[in-house]
């Protein structure tokens, strides 16, 4: 079983919609939980990053961490054509190493 | 700013030969992490360097492989000699704090 679960998609929306991107995970540990974005060809970008439980928002993006129920999602408000990409969870148990586990990342497409 | 520097884009190798990747990361930070992503799998943790020393080796799938970070700036990683299964984007990442990490764009490697 992975750590880090994340359905690959793809995932197709109209512009102006409200995307949800989801990941689940096994390890209790974690306590740091990023969202990267990647465009083809490139490395990935960090989105945002949150520590334990709860929301933190930026802008159109969302990021939302349920501890008890090893669930996080990312939501993203009127979505644009350059918001299609493929969305990378990305979750570290320990601070002082940085280690990065990734979920396998959702590809989506906002059609305009 | 530049951002995380990887050489080359892309390497297209024979079995049994010996490929060398570089990675710049971004300057002031003494974190580095290398990353690799095979075909159809997610990104999985190699190793990783505070200045020129490797905090953490876990990831690195045998001793083909060897990871060296000169003088605490830039790192190289070697695979000598490479095997078909070793084909994928590896990925070099920096960060000051150990959390968000900074991906470069990746090296595309091929081994036929």
């Known amino acids: 079983q992975k750590e880090v679960e994340q359905d690959p998609g793809p995932l197709s929306v109209p512009e102006g919609a409200i995307v949800s991107l989801n990941c689940t995970y096994s390890?209790?540990?974690?306590?740091?939980f990023m969202w990267y974005r990647q465009y083809s060809r490139k490395g990935p970008e960090l989105l945002m990053y949150t520590y334990s439980s709860g929301n933190k928002e930026d802008g159109r993006f969302t990021a939302q961490v349920d501890k008890s129920s090893k669930y996080i999602s990312l939501f993203i408000r009127d979505s644009q054509p350059s918001d299609s990409a493929t969305y990378l969870c990305a979750m570290s148990a320990v601070s002082n190493t940085g280690k990065l586990i990734f979920g396998q990342g959702t590809t989506l497409q906002v059609k305009p | 700013e530049a951002g995380v520097t990887q050489f080359p884009s892309h390497s297209v190798i024979e079995k049994g030969q010996t490929v060398t990747l570089r990675c710049d990361p971004i300057?002031?930070?003494?974190?580095l992490y290398w990353y690799r992503r095979v075909m159809g799998k997610e990104i999985k943790f190699l190793l990783h360097f505070v200045k020129e020393s490797k905090q953490d080796e876990s990831g690195m799938p045998n001793n083909r492989f060897l990871a060296e970070r000169t003088g605490g700036t830039y790192s190289t990683l070697k695979v000598q000699p490479a095997e078909l299964e070793d084909s994928g984007v590896y990925f070099c990442a920096s960060s000051l704090d150990r959390l968000g990490a900074f991906f470069g764009q990746g090296t595309r490697l091929t081994v036929v």
């Open positions: 300057s002031g930070h003494d974190n």
């Open positions: 390890n209790s540990a974690f306590q740091y």
